[in-house]
């Protein structure tokens, strides 16, 4: 059994401050990682990418993975009201074509 | 310039009936899936067909029958709608070339079975 945990949260932050969202895995054979952001009543956006161990960073947002450690996260620096949302975790499997397996989410809300 | 796109946004049945939900991706991905997503958010993947071919199939009553014309188009059809059927219930895409994987979701369909 594959599994992605997340802390389910909610987890709260002020307005500008850094939101650090955790992630880990079960799998040591899991290759790609996601993190998909989901406002409520919308459907999952893909908002970062990791494939290999590091940071990578794109804008306000920082992916950082430990494939030793079967850990991802994701930081979100000085965060906004509209950051307040579901973020998902996914994992690409080491097999099965395609399938990605996700966490349940952790919600986040910024207060201004 | 939608990516994927499903058809309809809403939908409200009663139970037994027969439903059936589009989905098209204009992304040119190969991949395609249908997911299901309760109503304590948890996204759990349903099925996946790769060129029109059956790749995924998890754990669903055989009430559930994917169908894929082309590797653009992933329907649904669903018979004899039970109350647990109600979700959202999204579609996505994925290009498989280069080991991206990246899945862009549809807007998601949202079954009310009353």
């Known amino acids: 059994q594959k599994e992605v945990e997340q802390n389910s949260g909610p987890l709260s932050v002020p307005e500008g401050a850094i939101a650090s969202l955790n992630c880990t895995y079960s799998?040591?054979?899991?290759?790609?990682f996601f993190w998909y952001r989901q406002y409520s009543g919308k459907s999952p956006e893909l908002i970062m990418s990791i494939y290999s161990n590091g940071d990578k960073e794109d804008g306000r947002f920082t992916a950082q993975l430990n494939k030793a450690s079967q850990y991802v996260s994701l930081l979100i620096r000085d965060s906004q009201p509209s950051d307040s949302a579901t973020y998902l975790c996914a994992v690409k499997g080491g097999s099965t074509l395609g399938r990605l397996y996700f966490g349940r989410g952790t919600q986040l809300t910024v207060w201004p | 310039d939608t990516a994927v796109s499903q058809t309809p946004k809403y939908l409200v049945t009663q139970m037994g009936n027969d439903k059936s939900i589009k989905c098209e991706q204009n992304?040119?991905?190969?991949?395609m899936y249908w997911y299901k997503q309760d109503s304590k958010k948890f996204l759990k993947i349903m099925f996946s067909?790769?060129?029109?071919?059956?790749?995924i199939n998890e754990t669903v009553p055989n009430r559930f029958s994917p169908k894929s014309p082309d590797k653009a188009h992933l329907n649904l059809h669903i018979n004899s709608l039970e109350l647990g059927d109600s979700a959202v219930y999204f579609c996505?895409?994925?290009?498989?070339?280069?080991?991206?994987?990246?899945?862009?979701f549809g807007p998601g369909t949202r079954l009310t079975v009353t």
């Open positions: 799998d040591r054979g899991s290759q790609s």
């Open positions: 067909y790769n060129n029109k071919e059956l790749i």
């Open positions: 996505a895409s994925s290009p498989l070339a280069g080991a991206s994987y990246e899945q862009y």
């Open positions: 992304l040119g991905h190969d991949t």
